[in-house]
């Protein structure tokens, strides 16, 4: 059975504060709670105005104590900004916290750009080209390998599942040969998804944490009681991406009416590309194109995001989302 997930970026919304968007994230997770989502992740971004979750075992630790029972996880913290010991530590004091529950993605993209990723790391040497490494180096801390002649305390026998997160092959590559779980970005990133996939499948190698392959998808989801009003909501995203790829990133900004009709071809093409693993629409909508995104990746799980501007209507959305899923995953009309 397709297990569904949230992903959230914390978004500070256009008049709003990063204390607000904190909150609404705590909000969100007790909502995911209540709806049935396996789990709630938040993603490491820095210098950019419009997401909180810079500090991300810290939010982490805010969803975790706004909720009980719901996986709580980074997906991902980026890895090259963070000494292993340091993830290794923060991690596990989470699973001090909230037992079971907490999940560490690991990505190899920096979250910023170069300027922010030098004063995050004062040095960028290494980097991503050290990512198996220390992908590696933090299983060992949890394992309390006496072989690193250090031990993390917390994070020594900590139960935290790793993943490895990607938007490209390589990802695919790392993750099947170091038997882990395998988060795909295609929320935002959809071009290598199918290749990614097949790659990971053929290659994976069983490991102690996992013995068989499983996939988790990005997927975007804008749910409403009619087409107008997801079209509507989806806006301030379409907004968000635009922004981001023209060098105007910023807060998230409210709905407008028409916002796609209104854009010229180039930027409608930028919406097509990022955006295909999404669907607009009501609960009917939602049904048929998750159900054509699952026949086409055969994913364990999909994680669902869409930043909306209003909160409402943002769990609305998710609430909506979720009875499609379940529509969908029935028994009797198991894919």
Known sequence: MTRFSLLDLVPVREGDSIATALANTADLAAHAER????????????????????ATSVVLAHIGQATSTIRIGAGGIMLPNHAPLLIAEQFGTLDALFPGRVDLGLGRAPGSDQRVAQAIRRTLVGGADNFPRDVMEIQAYFAADD??????????????????????LYGAQLAAALGLP??????????????????????????????????MAGYNVFAADSMADAQLLASSM????????????????????????MLPPQAQ??????LSASSIGTQADIERDLGAFLRRTRADELILTGQIFDTAA??????????????????????
């Open 35 to 54: 709806l049935g989502y396996q789990r709630f992740w938040v993603a490491e971004h820095h210098g950019m105005a419009g997401i909180a979750s810079a």
């Open 182 to 215: 395998y988060a795909f970005a295609s929320h935002f990133a959809p071009a290598a998804l199918d290749e990614a996939i097949e790659i990971y499948r053929r290659d994976f190698r069983p490991s102690a944490q996992l013995k068989e392959p499983y996939v």
């Open 314 to 335: 943002r769990k609305r959305s998710f609430a909506i989302a979720m009875a499609a899923a379940q529509a969908i995953t029935a028994p009797e009309l198991a894919l």
């Open 238 to 261: 379409q907004q968000a991406f635009v922004r981001l790829r023209t060098g105007q990133p910023g807060k998230l900004q409210p709905p407008v009416a028409d916002y796609y009709d």
């Open 147 to 168: 072989r690193l002649g250090i031990q993390a305390t917390p994070g020594a026998g900590a139960n935290v599942p790793l993943w490895i997160l990607g938007s490209s």
């Open 269 to 274: 093409a930028i919406l097509a590309d990022v």
